[in-house]
């Protein structure tokens, strides 16, 4: 951070920033405004601040729309995706700028597994297809296991075929169900 001294009333900026960041993490900056007087005659007339020489942020002033007080400050959100110096510079309508600023903000390593780390799996945010898939098949599983044994402690009358059938079908259905899971994990 830098702050040159005003001379005169020259428009002095300061940049305030974070002196590091991690890879595509959204930062604040903050461009702080000093100037000796505003008024109708006597004004801060622009700001702007650049990311690595590209302009991402702006504010111009006039006599009918001019800073709101002599020490102002304005901020722009920045996605970081590798080191930047950030610019930023004043204006005063009668007397110019105290010159550029600038502040550089470095990029954090990206955190790797150390020698006694391994690295964390992610967990879905979401089911899968497939997952949906197991769970329905459990759940008619569980649903055809309630059946048989309904109907073979006989709570429910069936013929001994349709029992038969019944447990033919759980048995494909789980194997189904089985591998699935597996393929899954």
Not at 18 to 31: D, L
Not at 96 to 106: D, I, K, L
Not at 122 to 142: D, F, H, Q, Y
Request: charged fraction near 15%; include cysteine; proline fraction near 7%.
């Amino acid at each position: 951070m830098a702050t040159p001294d005003a001379l005169a009333d020259q428009t002095a900026v300061r940049i305030e920033a974070p002196s590091s960041a991690s890879p595509g993490s959204q930062i604040t900056v903050r461009v702080h405004v000093t100037h000796s007087g505003n008024n109708f005659f006597h004004f801060t007339n622009w700001v702007w601040l650049k990311a690595n020489d590209v302009e991402i942020g702006r504010w111009e002033f006039n006599p009918d729309a001019r800073p709101e007080d002599e020490n102002f400050t304005r901020q722009v959100s920045y996605r970081v995706e590798g080191p930047v110096t950030l610019t930023a510079q004043g204006n005063c309508n009668v007397h110019g700028s105290a010159g550029a600023v600038h502040a550089n903000v470095a990029v954090d390593p990206a955190p790797g597994p150390g020698p006694d780390q391994r690295p964390v799996r992610a967990e879905p945010t979401g089911r899968s297809p497939i997952g949906w898939l197991v769970l329905m098949l459990g759940v008619a599983n569980l649903i055809l296991c309630a059946f048989q044994v309904a109907s073979g402690r006989r709570w429910i009358k069936v013929k001994i075929a349709v029992h038969r059938r019944f447990g033919q079908l759980l048995l494909a259905l789980a194997l189904i169900h089985g591998l699935l899971a597996l393929l899954t994990t």
